[in-house]
């Protein structure tokens, strides 16, 4: 039997009719319509499905929506809140090159943002391990590594002008 259940996402609050068994992955896609979270193995593997709960990355396809009651949920499309100017880490994506299908780059761009709260100056093998999780079909790697450790770079900056 369905549940009506409110999720808050990217700041708004949806209200949904959910089974329990129903993932975040597949509200978040199939009720919200917001499509920029994929689906890709369904099975924790591949990192596609990438969002953020409460500021730390999980997997939407291993997630309940029900167990997301009360929590803050956050997808690419609410990277760029004013829809105007990109994110630091989607710009970097952008000017490095680094989207070929495009198919992981909301996932890899929240890992990112992940990593990027917790440590701002990522080593090179240290994005490499944070990115250890999502997978590129695409096989662009190189190009998704340089541009985290460059919006690091600009996010830190940013955040020195803010503070000075
Ligand atoms: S779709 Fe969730 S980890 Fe692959
Ligand atoms: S850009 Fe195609 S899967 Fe990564």
Known sequence: MKQIIELNVNGESYTVAVNPWQTLNEVLREEIN??????????????ACTVMVDGRAVSSCLSLAVEMVGKEIMTVEGMAPSGEELHPIQESFVKKGAIQ??????GMELT?????????????????????GNLCRCTGYKKIIEAVGAAGQKMKEASERKTS
């Open 34 to 47: 917001l499509t920029g979270v994929k689906l890709g193995c369904g099975s924790g593997d591949c990192g």
């Open 101 to 106: 299908c495009g198919f992981c780059t909301p």
């Open 112 to 132: 990112a943002l992940n990593l990027l709260n917790n440590n701002p100056s990522p080593t090179y093998n240290e994005i490499r391990e944070a990115l250890a």
